[in-house]
């Protein structure tokens, strides 16, 4: 095929494409709001504050997306999901898009036909117990009782850890994190196990956090990120994309404060892609305007910003970059490039 006939071909394949976002896209512009599945309660990642107002390191995920597509930060439905009830409100439509520390894995990609389109947060398994326990290994837990959660991947992963090492357990099944914490605090069980993040942020909401110690061990990989339906590619790009302008913008030293005045005065060719501000429209790829990904920094900042505002060292949560770091500070976030 010559080279002019197979770009005016696909050219016209795009120009088609262009005109048919549908799906979720058009779903949410009609209804002038997001739907968004979150953790029924998980502080510093999804939670309700005391006037019932979600807040959290997800939730500002969620705000970004709905900056980006309806224009407004503010047009957001919380929908609380548990760990087994979150796949099926995103199966059936009840939610757009699941944005609560939910772990990608193969059978959750595949055979649930869903696609994880971002790892927001990379994680792994851990232990908490209460200190009066005496046990500072995880590999010391023979014949403990230990809350978890079900529908989760920590089932699984508890089960080969005291498999490999030749201890025995007992699960206490537990819903959700708000139920665990509750069934741990009262000695329902010895240890607690989710998420490192999760006990962190489950830790520094209990009455005297420094009597509850996490465990060394990280028993697992648990890329935690937001969820699409398979067979949406649009909205999963727009998803996608959406999170990758975050982290772009902590690259560029893009904040909340000063984005207009970057946007205004920026010579860097890619800034001005991602701000909408130069010649290329990015957004109309995916059926957006030019200035979607601007809307979305601007929500709740950077994600330098969002991280430190709702989990970081300076938060009760305490957690350090880690892992989810940006790469050129040697961690593992990284955004494809904006061109």
């Not at 976002?21 to 005391?50: S, W, Y």
């Not at 790469?327 to 061109?339: E, K, N, S, V």
Request: charge should be negative.
């Amino acid at each position: 095929m010559k080279k002019s006939v197979f770009f005016g071909a696909l050219a016209a394949t795009t120009v088609l494409a262009g005109s048919a976002f549908a799906g979720t896209l058009d779903d949410v512009k009609a209804r002038g709001e997001l739907i968004c599945g979150v953790n029924i309660g998980l502080t510093g990642f999804g939670a309700p504050d005391a006037a019932g107002a979600y807040k959290g390191f997800d939730v500002d995920l969620c705000k970004a997306l709905a900056a980006a597509v309806v224009g407004d930060a503010a047009k957001v439905k919380y929908v609380p999901t548990t760990g087994e009830t979150r796949f099926t409100a995103l199966a059936s439509g009840e939610v757009d898009v699941l944005i609560r520390n939910s772990t990608w894995s193969f059978q959750r990609d595949t055979d649930l036909k869903f696609d994880f389109v971002a790892v927001n947060y990379y994680d792994g398994q851990g232990f908490m117990v209460k200190k009066d326990l005496g046990v500072s290994s995880a590999k010391e837990l023979d014949g403990a009782t230990v809350c978890i959660q079900t529908g989760t991947t920590t089932e699984l992963n508890l089960a080969d850890f005291f498999k490999a090492n030749n201890i025995t357990y007992t699960p206490v099944n537990v819903a959700d994190d708000s139920e665990a914490l509750r069934q741990f605090d009262s000695g329902a069980c010895d240890a607690y196990t989710t998420d490192a993040s999760g006990l962190a942020a489950s830790r520094a909401s209990m009455a005297v956090p420094a009597d509850n110690i996490i465990l060394p061990e990280i028993i697992s990989k648990e890329p935690l990120g937001p969820v699409v339906r398979h067979g949406d590619n649009n909205w999963g790009d727009i998803v996608r994309w959406t999170y990758f302008a975050l982290l772009e913008a902590e690259e560029k030293n893009i904040t909340k404060a000063n984005i207009d005045q970057v946007a205004s005065s920026t010579t860097d060719p890619e800034v001005k892609r991602l701000l909408g501000v130069g010649d290329d429209d990015l957004g109309a790829m995916m059926g957006l305007d030019k200035e979607w990904a601007k809307r979305a920094i601007a929500a709740s900042g950077n994600y330098g910003e969002i991280f430190e505002a709702n989990i970081g060292t300076s938060t009760p949560i305490g957690l350090a970059r880690g892992l989810n770091a940006l790469w050129t500070q040697g961690g593992l976030q990284y955004a494809p490039p904006f061109r």
